[in-house]
């Protein structure tokens, strides 16, 4: 599946606002949903669901009790592409969003901090063929990144399901 998923033309460098200035986004990323997801200032259009990804989409579904609508990959070419500190806190996600991410590829390590009392941070490396469950109040009280590790020289992909409960800004 890494293979198949690293091979996809799709995978693209997008531009972003991060504190009200675009920047290209540190890694590449693609797509595929039922539903648009609007999230620093882009909106992905729907795309149909690929077979291998259906699969896994009702595989997880069923464990984590959520119809996810929505993935969003990133392609974390080495390990000097990341992911900045954030919380996926977009309207459409809910209070309580349930996002399931699966890793495929390298080791990288995933950090928590809380929104209020920084001191609270936790890290942990998430190894290929990983799942990582968010849900309850997660995405309100911390924040997660994937940051950089430059001695990291292999290829990761995450593959980050959700579910919209609309369109953007529902």
């Known amino acids: 599946l890494f293979e198949q998923l690293r091979n996809r033309p799709t995978w693209g460098e997008r531009a972003i606002v991060a504190f009200g200035t675009p920047i290209m986004q540190p890694r590449l990323v693609d797509w595929e949903g ?14 149909p669901w690929s077979p291998d990804i259906a699969a896994m989409r009702e595989s997880l579904a069923a464990l984590c009790h959520a119809p996810f609508n929505h993935l969003l990959l990133n392609l974390y070419r080495d390990g000097r592409d990341s992911v900045a500190m954030h919380g996926d806190n977009e309207p459409e996600l809910g209070i309580t969003p349930v996002i399931a991410s699966v890793s ?67």
């Not at 039922?34 to 795309?47: A, H, I, K, N, W």
């Not at 490396?125 to 995405?139: K, N």
């Open 34 to 47: 039922d539903v648009p997801y609007r999230y620093s200032g882009q909106t992905l259009e729907p795309r």
């Open 104 to 170: 495929l590829g390298a080791t990288r390590r995933f950090v928590v901090e809380h929104r209020k009392v920084r001191k609270w941070r936790r890290s942990i490396d998430l190894v290929d063929g990983s799942l990582l469950v968010m849900g309850g109040a997660m995405q309100r009280r911390w924040r997660h990144a994937v940051p950089k590790q430059p001695s990291i020289g292999a290829p990761r992909i995450n593959l980050t399901f959700r579910v919209l409960l609309g369109p953007p800004g529902w």
